[in-house]
Each structure stands twice: as structure tokens, then as C-alpha cells.
């Protein structure tokens, strides 16, 4: 008999990888993900009829059903589906650093596959979802709208990874850019030194914004794996130092945890909701922690 | 059995251990670059420097270090002295008789061989003690002991001083035979032999027996060198063509270069001492080139052709001899009926005028009187279509008696009559009918003895189809008992026939050759037939234009072909004699042999008695040995070109220890080779051949090195 498969292994990265269209994918990962899920009862201003009631003083007269009127020659009320309305806006670093795969998929992959399944749910939860790139400058924007799920798709899907990683000026560039309130998606491997990250997303929050930060790292950044001595490259600047890896292990395993612990401790005070994921972690991780927050988002307006 | 080498310089190879220790000892930087999303915590981290290091992968060390150790051991080419038997010999107090074999065949002229072998026997000589009693033997093609075993050293130099580079090939085995002789006769208590040559592979057949006697020891003495560079004129082809009166000769000369790169000489063709041409000719790294030189004329008497090239490092075979004479003619008389048309031996006549090798003089006689005089210098007498008169078959007898060669063909006209029983006598086989197969379909040659020489040209495939002539008419004969049939019709009739007579043959062809009984004569097969049965009755034999060094020559053959008449030795103006087996009739006989001297190249002279049956010259030197008669004077009799033996020159060595393996004694069950062969260092390496185990060993060690280096690799583990 053979082993039955989990469900959770369609959202594996190596899995949806082989999936060449990027809205199959993301509507893959999304309904997936919805299996089970109720929608909330909170009722709204939507295009959604939901129920009638009896007018009571003080509704809004024009919410007043008068076909219904004329028909029972009472008054009732058109309910109709909650409806936030909320911006998303999807931030992803394409620096060359995240082009880097150890194994499997690269940083810039699992963030494609990130967003785009993003986009599907929020589009989904009628949210209007917006994207931009990013470098060391703004590279591409798609402004939050309900009908741009496709074009997001589509930029998501054309992006190639170029320039150095630099979060301050695209982030503040794009927090005088967000007029409105909105939740800010920002996915990136965060190669800054935490005190500079919390700035950039001080700038976001300061606009009122919920900021969700999905730190992207591949596997080999954080155990360092690597044996023999040899020259390693940084991706982004070009710079190479001969180093002896068996040498540097231990102290760069502790160098990069120190770096998440502080990103953690930084961001989780107050200034965004910080998540760490591995190109090895399954999307539907990152759709939970992204629920999560909007949930609590929604409790708290 | 303490360990020695042959080349300790390679030892120093250990040094390479230094090697994998710092290998081992320091990382090796990756070739390939690590590309890595950012060095933001790298550069955090200080630098270590390497002396804090230490040796990783110890088996993969321990490998590199073993395979370095092994080459360097190899290389150094280590034997193990067999410290018990050496020192025994070397303090052996025993009387030694000891055989010095210095090579002295001409390729030991390569060079400064020659001078290194008479130091290397002076050596052995210096060496010996006063009880110890030594022998020289000088050998090439022959082995020759220069007097007698002797200890005085005195006198052993001075037969060094005395011994000179021969003309010969080398030979081992009659050297190694005397060897065995004296060493075997000897009553001292320790035998020796020391050989001293360049080991020539040519010299050295194995198929020998020539072993030395138990107890004896052989000691090599290699001479050889490395990559010897020679060019040699191998040999020299004369292709003779007659002009008008005169013969012209085109000399071809074949070059060998034995050395490893191409060369280039000049090659010059003198005759009679007189230089003709020069050429330059490229030999090709270990190949062949030839020369072909112009047309030169024949000059009467013995004429003398060196080739020869620029001189090198061995000069004797630079030069090669050729001796050539003109007049190998077959003198042809063709006897045709009186009745008989002008054409009616127009086909034999053009046939045997096309001969060029050796050429034909055809003369035509009418009528069937013939007498002493017509057939006096003939070699070959044709009847054709002729019965002869009585007076004419006393005269045929006695030509054919003397040795010359009769042929007899019959048609119309020899089978009209009775033929007189004097010449039915003469005929190898009766004449009883004609038989005509106009009507009942031709006949064809079936039965041909092709071992028979007139046919033996034929006997290959495709050389020549005996079944495309027809033969309409032919005469029905029976053959004499001691006649020989050679070929016969598909009746089983006889179509040639032959019989012995004195020195000569006679032939019967019982058909035509004027075309009326047969198509033959426009067969293709008619010409070389008809040349072939003329050469075969005049017992013509090619002549041999140049000997080889070793080769012995029976001046008797050249004088019994000059007991005859007009092409002896005398009579025909000292040419070299195509004639060599029989002589010619019609010259008075009862002659004495003369006696003869024979002139060798370095001037030395062989006397042979007048009443010797047999002559032999040996030829031991190379160049022209002149044959005079006694008290004649003017150009010598005969001129005899001596050349080297070729394949001296093929310098191709033999390993040392190989032939003295095959030299050395027998050994008995209880005893090992190695007690009876006394090797040098060099030779007992080559035949422990340690070096080659060692090198297995490296190999097998740098194959564990490469497996594990991979497998290491793979998990990106190694240095």
C-alpha cells in the first residue's frame, strides 16, 4: 500500500517550482490553504447581498429595500457581506543576493511564489494588492487595485534579480507613496544591519501601515555548510575573500542568529510582524502568519 | 642481501615528500569561486593564519607519501646484491682461466667502440692475477683465438695491440662454441668469460646450442649506444640495356638510415676508379631512400661500380661494390629448311631478338649441312622444321656433348621423311606419325611440368594461360627412356621432351613455331616460353654482380665453363661468364686448368693448385678480390665485389642478460643461474627488475589516492 501523500506537501517550494504558471500556482497554494476555512460572519458594505432585516431607527434610509416596500408595504433592510476594502501592498527585494540557491529553489523563487500566492489570497479576500519591487531603488510598481491581480502575476512572473540590497531608500520612498492606509507585505533576506531595517520600517508604520516582514533566507545561510578552503563572492558587490570555512563556522553560525534574534527582538516590539522562513519552509507557513496578522489587524480596527 | 641502486640521484625525489605535508598541512583554495548572497558576516570574523593548521585526511597523506617514496625508489632502479656469492668470489683465491670475446664485426667500428672494447679486455687483462691464465677470442662472423691461453699480460697486449676490425657480421655462437671449448679444457679451478660487443640483436638467431660448461661465468661488457644514427648503402642495382653495339648500365643505389632523425648525403658512382656522377639523396628517420644515377656504358672487361656516401660515424658500410662485365649473350643459330619460306622462323627469331636479360644474337642458317664451324661460339642450336643429315647430327652430337643446347621442332617438313637413325639416336623421342586434329578439334597443352625451369615462370597464378593456343597438327612421337617429358597435349601426347646428352640437352617440340601447325606463336605465353627454353638449353645462370662478406666462392665452376672453348675465361676477354654451369662446344677440349691466384681487397693473395677439383675462396673482406692467372698479366680473369653483410647494420640491441642467459650453463636442479653467471650491477638490476614491482606498487597507491581524493571531494572534504 503505498504511502499516502501529505496534504501539505503540494505547498512545498521544490513542489510548486514545477509549476510553471505563476496564477495556477498561487490559486494552488491559496485554495489549498482555504481548505476548511469559514468565511467571518461579519457583515458589511459590499456588493454581496447577504440577508433583509427589519428597519430599525437610526439605519440608513438608503439601505432600505423599497421593491421589497412596495411588494409587503414594510420597510427592510439590505444586508450585505463585510468588505475591508484594504490595500495590500507586496514589497519584494530583488537583489542579486537573493538569486542564491544552495539547493532547490533560490531566495527570489520563494519570494515570487510568496507574493503571488499573497496577491491570489488577498485578491481573493477582495483586498486591493499592489506590488513593488525593489533594489537599492524601486524597480517595478503595480498600485493596489482589485482588478490588478493580473498584472501583479505577470510583473511577479518577469522579475530578475539585479542591484544591491538597500532597504531605506525604496522603503521610504514607497511610505510617501502609501496614502491610505494599508498592509504592507515586505519580503526580503534583510542583508542590513537591524537597526537600519527597523528604521525602514519605522517609516512604513509611521504611515499608519501594518507591516509584515517575511524574512527569506536559504538554508545554507544559516548552517554555512560548506568545506575547503576557498574564495567566496559576494553576490551583490563582487568582493571576494579567501576563507577557510571549517574555521569561520561556528562563529558565522552565531553571527546570523544573533542577526535574527535582533531583527526579531526589533521588529516584534512594535514596529512590524517579523517571520523567518527558509526556502525549505512550506508556503502555507507564510499564508498562516499572514492571516494571523490580518485577523488581528481586523480586531484591531 | 643488502639493497644498492643504480641511479641513487633519484633518491633526491624524496624531497617531493615536502609535498603533501604542506598540502596536507594548508588548505588548498578551491579553484572555483563560492558565490554567496552577502559576506556582511564573513567580514566580521578575524582572519587565522595557517600555523595553527594541522594535518587533515591522514590515510590520503599517508597514500601521496607512500606512491612519492615508491617512484623515487623506482627511479633509483634499487637490486639486491647478493652479498653472500659476491664476496666468495671476491675473495676466491683460485686460479682463473679466463676467455676474452671481443667482437670485432664492423659495426663495431661505430664510433670509438672499437677503442672503448680494447680498454674494456686491457681492464680484464689489468685485473688478472699471476696464476690466472687468459685467452682472446676475436669473433664476428667466425671466432678466431689469437694464440694461445696464456698468462703473461705482455703478451696478452700485444695481441690486443695486433687485433683489427673485420669485415663480418657478428655471429654468437661460434664465438660462445670456442669459448665453451677452451674453458671446458681447462683444469684451473674458476672459469671466466668476459664478453665484449654492442650486443647486436642480428648476431644472436637463438636457435643454438652453444652453451658454456658448467661452473663457467659470463660477464657482459655492453658497448652499444643509446640511439646510434647511421645511414648505410645497402645495395646496388645495375639494370643493363644494350644500345647499338654497346651495353648501358643505370645504376640504382639504396640508402637506410637507422638514426632517429632524417638525413641527407651526397652519393657518388664511380666505375673503374673514375667518379661518374654525385647526388644528394634525404634518407628519412628510420627509413629508406633510393638514388638511381644516368646511364652509363660498359666499358670492355671487368669494370668495377662503387657507390658510396658521405663518410659518418661507422664508415665501413658507406660503400658498396658492384663488378660487372658486359657480354652475357646467348648466341642463338636458328637452322631452317632450304625449302622452307623466309618468314618461316620469322616469329622465334623476333621473339629471341626482344631478349634483353640476358639479350639473344640470332643467326639464321639455311640447308641441313652443318658443320663444326657453323655451330663453333653457339650456346643454343634451333631446328626448325629441319632433318638433318647425317653429317650435320655428328656435328650437333658433339656441340650438344660439349654442353650446348639443341632444339629440334617438327612439321611438314621434318616428318615428311625418314630421319636417319644416327638422328633418330639424337631425338628424345621417335617420331611415328602427324596427327592432325583439324577436324576432330584442337588440341591443347594439359600436362606441364611446371617445376621444370622452362616452365617455372608459369607456375604462379596468372602468370601466363597455357590454354588459349590450339594446336591443329603435331607429331605423335615415344619418348626415349631416357628422355623427360615437360609437357604433353590433353591426348597425352608429347608436345616437349627432353633428353641429357654429354654436357648439353636436347629438345624435342613436337609442333611448329611459325604459326602453321598452331596458334601459339601469338599467344602471349610464346615469348617468355621461347626465351625461357633458350636460356634453359644454354644453361644460362644470372650472374652474380657482388658477394657478401662470409661467402665462399668455387673458382672451379668459373673454369669449367672456360674448359670449353670460346667463352672460357681466356676467350672471352675476362667477362663475367653467363654460363656459369655449363660450357661452351666447339672449342678444341683436353685443356689444363691453369692455376689461379686470387687478389684480396687489402692486397693479400690465396694461391689455388693447378690440380685442385675444387676452388673455394672464402671472401672475408669487403671491396674487389681479382682472379689472375699465373704469369698473365693485363686485366684480371674475373673481378669478385664484396660487400657487407646488410644486416650488421641494423644496430637493434639484444639485452645483455637476455643472451647471457642463453649462454650460460645448464644449471642442475640444486643450483640456481645466478650461481654460475656472474652479472654486472646493471644487468642483475634488469634481471631482479625491482623497479617494476615498485612501480605497480606507485600506481596502485596513486589509484587508492585518486579513489579516496574523489570520495573525499564529493563530500567537499578535501584539501
Not at chain 1, 15 to 33: N, P, W
Not at chain 2, 50 to 62: E, G, P, T
Not at chain 2, 169 to 179: D, K, Q
Not at chain 2, 429 to 443: H, K, L, P, Q, T
Request: aromatic fraction near 8%; proline fraction near 5%.
Amino acid at each position: 500500500m503505498p504511502a499516502l501523500r501529505s496534504p501539505t506537501s503540494f505547498l512545498d517550494p521544490a513542489v510548486l517550482a514545477r509549476i510553471d504558471s505563476l496564477e495556477l500556482l498561487a490559486k494552488t497554494v491559496v485554495q489549498g490553504f482555504l481548505t476548511g476555512l469559514h468565511r467571518a460572519p461579519k457583515l458589511g458594505m459590499s456588493m454581496d447581498f447577504a440577508e433583509h432585516r427589519a428597519y430599525m431607527p437610526g439605519d440608513d434610509t438608503r439601505r432600505i429595500d423599497w421593491r421589497l416596500y412596495g411588494r409587503t408595504d414594510r420597510f427592510y433592510i439590505k444586508e450585505f457581506e463585510a468588505d475591508t476594502n484594504a490595500n495590500v501592498y507586496l514589497l519584494l527585494d530583488i537583489s542579486r543576493s537573493m538569486a542564491f540557491s544552495s539547493a532547490g529553489i533560490s531566495k527570489l523563487d520563494y519570494g515570487r511564489y510568496l507574493a503571488a500566492s499573497l496577491a491570489y489570497f488577498c485578491n481573493r479576500q477582495r483586498d486591493r494588492v499592489g506590488l513593488v519591487t525593489f533594489a537599492n531603488t524601486i524597480v517595478n510598481v503595480v498600485p493596489p487595485a482589485l482588478k490588478h491581480l493580473d498584472v501583479v502575476l505577470h510583473t511577479i512572473d518577469r522579475i530578475e534579480p539585479g542591484g544591491q540590497g538597500a532597504l531605506r531608500d525604496p522603503l521610504r520612498a514607497i511610505s510617501e507613496q502609501v496614502r491610505r492606509r494599508s498592509i504592507v507585505v515586505l519580503i526580503s533576506d534583510l542583508y542590513e544591519e537591524p537597526v537600519a531595517v527597523l528604521q525602514a520600517a519605522t517609516m512604513l508604520r509611521g504611515s499608519g501601515n501594518d507591516l509584515i516582514v517575511f524574512h527569506i533566507l536559504d538554508p545554507a545561510e544559516r548552517e554555512f555548510p560548506f568545506d575547503g578552503a576557498g574564495t567566496f563572492e559576494d553576490l551583490e558587490s563582487g568582493e571576494r575573500i579567501p576563507i577557510v570555512p571549517e574555521q569561520l563556522r561556528d562563529e558565522y553560525r552565531r553571527l546570523v542568529a544573533e542577526h535574527i534574534t535582533s531583527l526579531s527582538s526589533m521588529l516584534g516590539a512594535g514596529a512590524a510582524d517579523y517571520a523567518l522562513f527558509d526556502t525549505s519552509t512550506p508556503l502555507d507557513y507564510a499564508l498562516f502568519r499572514f492571516l494571523s496578522n490580518r485577523l488581528r489587524a481586523s480586531r484591531v480596527r | 642481501m643488502p639493497l644498492a641502486f643504480l641511479a641513487p640521484v633519484f633518491l633526491a625525489g624524496l624531497a617531493l615528500l615536502a609535498v603533501p605535508l604542506i598540502i596536507h598541512l594548508t588548505h588548498r583554495q578551491r579553484k572555483e569561486v563560492t558565490a554567496f548572497p552577502s559576506l556582511m558576516f564573513l567580514r566580521q570574523i578575524p582572519y587565522r593564519t595557517v600555523r595553527r593548521q594541522r594535518i587533515r585526511h591522514w590515510v590520503l597523506f599517508a597514500l601521496r607519501c607512500l606512491a612519492i617514496i615508491l617512484l623515487a625508489l623506482a627511479f633509483a632502479r634499487p637490486l639486491f646484491q647478493r652479498g653472500g656469492l659476491a664476496g666468495a668470489a671476491s675473495t676466491s683465491t683460485g686460479a682463473r682461466e679466463i676467455v676474452i670475446l671481443l667482437d670485432r664485426s664492423y659495426s663495431m667500428g661505430y664510433g670509438d667502440r672499437w677503442t672503448r672494447a680494447i680498454e674494456a679486455a686491457r681492464r680484464v687483462l689489468d685485473g688478472m692475477r699471476a696464476s690466472d691464465r687468459a685467452t682472446i677470442v676475436l669473433f664476428a662472423g667466425a671466432a678466431e683465438a689469437v694464440g694461445r691461453p696464456s698468462s703473461d699480460r705482455a703478451t696478452l697486449n700485444a695481441m690486443l695491440d695486433g687485433a683489427r676490425l673485420s669485415s663480418g657480421a657478428t655471429r654468437y655462437a661460434p664465438a660462445i662454441g670456442l669459448a665453451s671449448t677452451i674453458l671446458a679444457e681447462s683444469q684451473l679451478p674458476r672459469r671466466e668469460a668476459v664478453l665484449i660487443s654492442d650486443f647486436q640483436r642480428s648476431g644472436w638467431t637463438g636457435d643454438t646450442d652453444a652453451r658454456l660448461p658448467a661452473g663457467a661465468t659470463v660477464t657482459p661488457v655492453d658497448l652499444s649506444d643509446p640511439n646510434p644514427s647511421d645511414v648505410a648503402v645497402a645495395n646496388v642495382a645495375l639494370q643493363r640495356s644494350r644500345s647499338a653495339s654497346r651495353e648501358r648500365v643505370l645504376a640504382t643505389a639504396r640508402l637506410t638510415n637507422i638514426g632517429e632523425q632524417p638525413e641527407t648525403r651526397t652519393v657518388t658512382v664511380a666505375l673503374n676508379g673514375r667518379a661518374l656522377e654525385a647526388k644528394q639523396v634525404s634518407i628519412p628517420a628510420r627509413g629508406a631512400a633510393a638514388v638511381t644515377f644516368a646511364a652509363f656504358a660498359l666499358p670492355e672487361g671487368s669494370s668495377r661500380v662503387v657507390v658510396s656516401a658521405d663518410v659518418d660515424a661507422l664508415p665501413s658500410n658507406d660503400t658498396s661494390f658492384v663488378s660487372v662485365a658486359p657480354g652475357e649473350v646467348i648466341d642463338v643459330l636458328i637452322v631452317d629448311d632450304l625449302a622452307a619460306s623466309a618468314n618461316a622462323s620469322l616469329y622465334l627469331r623476333r621473339a629471341l631478338e626482344l631478349g634483353e636479360n640476358p639479350p639473344f644474337r640470332v643467326a639464321l642458317a639455311k640447308g641441313n649441312r652443318l658443320g663444326t664451324a657453323e655451330l663453333r661460339g653457339r650456346h643454343v642450336v634451333i631446328l626448325n622444321d629441319v632433318n638433318p643429315g647425317a653429317a650435320a647430327v655428328r656435328a650437333l652430337r658433339e656441340f650438344v656433348h660439349r654442353g650446348g643446347g639443341l632444339l629440334m621442332t617438327l612439321g611438314e617438313r621434318a616428318t615428311r621423311g625418314a630421319w636417319s637413325s644416327e638422328a633418330r639416336e639424337l631425338l628424345p623421342a621417335a617420331i611415328n606419325s602427324v596427327a592432325d586434329r583439324m577436324e576432330s578439334g584442337s588440341a591443347r597443352l594439359a600436362g606441364i611440368e611446371y617445376s621444370h625451369p622452362v616452365f617455372e615462370p608459369f607456375r604462379a597464378p596468372r602468370s601466363g594461360d597455357w590454354t588459349s593456343g590450339r594446336f591443329f597438327r603435331f607429331a605423335s612421337t615415344t619418348v626415349a627412356d631416357s628422355a623427360v617429358v615437360i609437357a604433353s597435349f590433353d591426348d597425352g601426347a608429347v608436345a616437349l621432351a627432353e633428353r641429357p646428352l654429354g654436357e648439353g640437352t636436347v629438345a624435342l617440340w613436337t609442333s611448329t613455331f611459325d604459326g602453321s601447325w598452331n596458334d601459339l606463336p601469338v599467344q602471349p605465353v610464346f615469348l617468355p616460353f621461347v626465351h625461357q627454353l633458350a636460356k634453359h638449353l644454354a644453361g644460362y645462370a644470372p650472374v652474380k654482380q657482388s658477394w657478401k662478406v662470409g661467402e665462399v666462392v668455387n673458382l672451379s665452376q668459373k673454369d669449367a665453363n672456360s674448359s670449353g672453348g670460346a667463352d672460357s675465361l681466356a676467350g672471352a676477354s675476362a667477362s663475367e661468364p653467363s654460363l656459369t654451369a655449363k660450357g661452351t662446344p666447339g672449342a678444341p677440349g683436353g685443356i689444363t686448368v691453369p692455376e689461379l691466384v686470387a687478389r684480396a681487397p687489402s692486397g693479400g693473395t690465396i694461391g689455388f693448385a693447378a690440380g685442385a677439383r675444387d676452388r673455394y675462396l672464402a671472401l672475408a673482406e669487403r671491396g674487389f678480390y681479382e682472379i689472375r692467372r699465373i704469369g698473365s698479366a693485363g686485366q684480371p680473369e674475373r673481378v669478385i665485389a664484396v660487400n657487407l653483410d646488410p644486416a650488421e647494420s641494423d644496430m637493434t640491441r639484444i639485452d645483455p642478460a637476455v643472451l647471457v642467459r642463453a649462454i650460460a650453463p645448464r644449471v642442475s636442479a640444486n643450483a640456481s643461474a645466478t650461481d654460475t653467471v656472474s652479472l654486472t650491477a646493471e644487468a642483475r638490476e634488469r634481471r631482479q627488475s625491482v623497479w617494476w614491482y615498485l612501480l605497480v606498487a606507485a600506481l596502485l597507491a596513486l589509484a587508492a589516492e585518486t579513489a579516496l581524493s574523489n570520495r573525499l571531494s564529493r563530500h567537499g572534504a578535501v584539501g
